[in-house]
């Protein structure tokens, strides 16, 4: 994502960009989303916790009003899953669908996909995507 798109994002501490393996121990393969969730006051804040060359999971954390802007990846799919908070997501320009805890949304490669948090509370949602590496398309806006 471009700098200036209304977006932070930033590594966790666990180790990024790992090769897919089937050796991993169990610590590395256990999250805790309280050690990951992290707010910014500015823009909605993107934390990478995981990344092989498969796959990434990032963190998504929203205050009220703000977004993820609608955008498609060309090769990867990407699946949210809100854990808190509502929403409102964009699967296309002109539609949207209401989120909350427990919604488990899926966008194919091409799909263009956004999110706002419509709520009054704080919003989360983990997000999974592959392959890597992805690209990413901006599309009009919310």
Known sequence: MEKGQNMTSEMSN???GRECCNQSKIEE???????IVSFDPSAGKKTIFYETGCMAGAVWCLEP???VPNHSHSTSDDIWICVQGTGT????????IEITKGDIIFSE???????VNTGDERFIF???AGPIPMDYIAHDDL
């Not at 256990?30 to 050690?35: A, I, P, T």
């Not at 490669?109 to 999110?115: D, E, I, L, N």
């Open 14 to 16: 666990k180790d990024a």
């Open 126 to 128: 983990v997000g999974v």
């Open 65 to 67: 009003g703000q977004k």
């Open 109 to 115: 490669k091409g799909q263009q996909h956004g999110m």
């Open 89 to 96: 997501f964009y699967p296309g320009f002109g539609e949207k």
């Open 29 to 35: 393969r256990l999250f805790k989303l309280e050690d």
